[in-house]
């Protein structure tokens, strides 16, 4: 499932690292695991949450995350010893639309006493478009810091990763600035949102797609890349999460899925391991690594669609611990090998 660690990276020139998958395929642990990844090459990274979750200060163990940048993990040392770190930003579309109004507009206080109003409730929930625009404009900015240093008191990343909204709503989730940039036609909204699409579809840009080895998840990733295809955005890796162990030969598989399987000879095994024995045991391991092998069976076909999309792929495994700071690290290893990061 690994490559040598000194493979090529598949994303050299990619800045945004967009994580997109459906719902219960662990694309907020993906993209957690991928910024760690990074960061391990030496890279300041900025991992970025826009759905209100607070996921990553759980899987970071930390304080709810507020709206602004915050230093939450380091990465393990490459090979020369360099090490990134990364930061975490919970972009909330109330703080955004205060910071946007601050920048470009000036209003100050004024713009505090507009949320007392509620008017920036009253815009973000009339126009959910606006939400979006907030929100991919945060992200806009954070990329387009340059690089080396600190920028009007800002730091500025090599690369940042977005936590984005789950397949089904990403090209909306994404295509949004091309369609304000449509209705306002000219001045500095237009310009300031064909400046957002303009590094959407570029090759600085990659969304990558999360699935588990199950048809419906399968299918949403093929319908999520043919979106992508025909909105004009890039498509970048499929990370085929939450995949089983994978010791059993497929010739053993086969044998157990076939009944084939001599109980005699699986008795024999545990006594001489030292096992107490009696037949529902046997009988128990039996049916255990008959479901097993069919649920393997049914993985390798969906394995074999995704395949079929031609894209990188990367796979990480089922950990029966769950998720924390440890396991991102693991992940993150594994993405490296395989030159995701």
Same mark, same amino acid.
């Given at each position: 499932?690994?490559?040598?660690?000194?493979?090529?990276?598949?994303?050299?020139?990619?800045?945004?690292?967009?994580?997109?998958?459906?719902?219960?395929?662990?694309?907020?642990?993906?993209?957690?695991?991928?910024?760690?990844?990074?960061?391990?090459?030496?890279?300041?990274?900025?991992?970025?949450?826009?759905?209100?979750?607070?996921?990553?200060?759980?899987?970071?163990?930390?304080?709810?995350?507020?709206?602004?940048?915050?230093?939450?993990?380091?990465?393990?040392?490459?090979?020369?010893?360099?090490?990134?770190?990364?930061?975490?930003?919970?972009?909330?579309?109330?703080?955004?639309?205060?910071?946007?109004?601050?920048?470009?507009?000036?209003?100050?206080?004024?713009?505090?006493?507009?949320?007392?109003?509620?008017?920036?409730?009253?815009?973000?929930?009339?126009?959910?478009?606006?939400?979006?625009?907030?929100?991919?404009? #945060? +992200?806009? =900015?954070?990329?387009?810091?340059? !690089?080396?240093?600190? @920028?009007?008191?800002? &730091?500025?990343?090599?690369?940042? $990763?977005?936590?984005?909204?789950?397949?089904?709503?990403?090209?909306?989730?994404?295509?949004?600035?091309?369609?304000?940039?449509?209705?306002?036609?000219?001045?500095?909204?237009?310009?300031?949102?064909? #400046? +957002?699409? =303009?590094?959407?579809?570029?090759? !600085?840009?990659?969304? @990558?797609?999360?699935? &588990?080895?199950?048809?419906?998840? $399968?299918?949403?990733?093929?319908?999520?890349?043919?979106?992508?295809?025909?909105?004009?955005?890039?498509?970048?890796?499929?990370?085929?999460?939450?995949?089983?162990?994978?010791?059993?030969?497929?010739?053993?598989?086969?044998?157990?899925?076939?009944?084939?399987?001599?109980?005699?000879?699986?008795?024999?095994?545990?006594?001489?391991?030292? $096992?107490?024995?009696?037949?529902?045991?046997?009988?128990?391991?039996?049916?255990?690594?008959?479901?097993?092998?069919?649920?393997?069976?049914?993985?390798?076909?969906?394995?074999?669609?995704?395949?079929?999309?031609?894209?990188?792929?990367?796979?990480?495994?089922?950990?029966?611990?769950?998720?924390?700071?440890?396991?991102?690290?693991?992940?993150?290893?594994?993405?490296?090998?395989?030159?995701?990061?």
């Amino acid at each position: 499932m690994t490559a040598p660690t000194d493979r090529p990276v598949d994303w050299p020139r990619v800045r945004l690292h967009v994580v997109t998958g459906k719902g219960g395929t662990g694309k907020s642990t993906v993209a957690a695991a991928l910024a760690m990844a990074l960061a391990s090459t030496g890279r300041n990274v900025l991992l970025c949450e826009v759905e209100g979750r607070q996921g990553i200060a759980r899987m970071f163990d930390t304080d709810p995350l507020p709206y602004e940048e915050r230093r939450i993990a380091k990465g393990a040392p490459d090979a020369d010893g360099r090490s990134g770190q990364v930061h975490a930003l919970h972009i909330d579309p109330e703080s955004a639309l205060l910071e946007y109004l601050a920048m470009y507009y000036k209003l100050g206080r004024a713009g505090k006493a507009l949320d007392r109003f509620g008017v920036i409730d009253f815009a973000t929930t009339i126009a959910p478009g606006v939400r979006d625009v907030l929100l991919t404009g #945060k +992200v806009y =900015e954070a990329v387009q810091r340059p !690089r080396g240093g600190r @920028h009007k008191d800002q &730091i500025t990343y090599d690369a940042v $990763v977005l936590d984005a909204p789950p397949t089904g709503r990403i090209c909306q989730f994404l295509g949004v600035n091309s369609e304000l940039a449509g209705l306002a036609k000219v001045g500095p909204i237009k310009t300031q949102a064909d #400046k +957002v699409m =303009e590094l959407l579809r570029s090759d !600085r840009t990659a969304v @990558h797609l999360v699935t &588990i080895l199950e048809e419906m998840p $399968v299918q949403e990733t093929h319908d999520g890349i043919a979106e992508l295809h025909a909105a004009g955005l890039p498509v970048g890796g499929i990370v085929v999460n939450l995949v089983r162990p994978q010791d059993l030969s497929a010739s053993a598989l086969a044998q157990v899925r076939d009944d084939r399987v001599d109980p005699t000879a699986v008795a024999s095994d545990l006594s001489r391991a030292k $096992v107490d024995v009696d037949a529902d045991l046997v009988a128990s391991l039996v049916a255990e690594a008959r479901d097993h092998a069919v649920r393997r069976q049914l993985e390798d076909e969906q394995r074999a669609l995704v395949a079929e999309e031609g894209l990188s792929t990367y796979e990480l495994p089922r950990l029966a611990g769950g998720i924390d700071r440890g396991a991102l690290l693991e992940l993150a290893q594994l993405l490296r090998n395989q030159g995701m990061a």
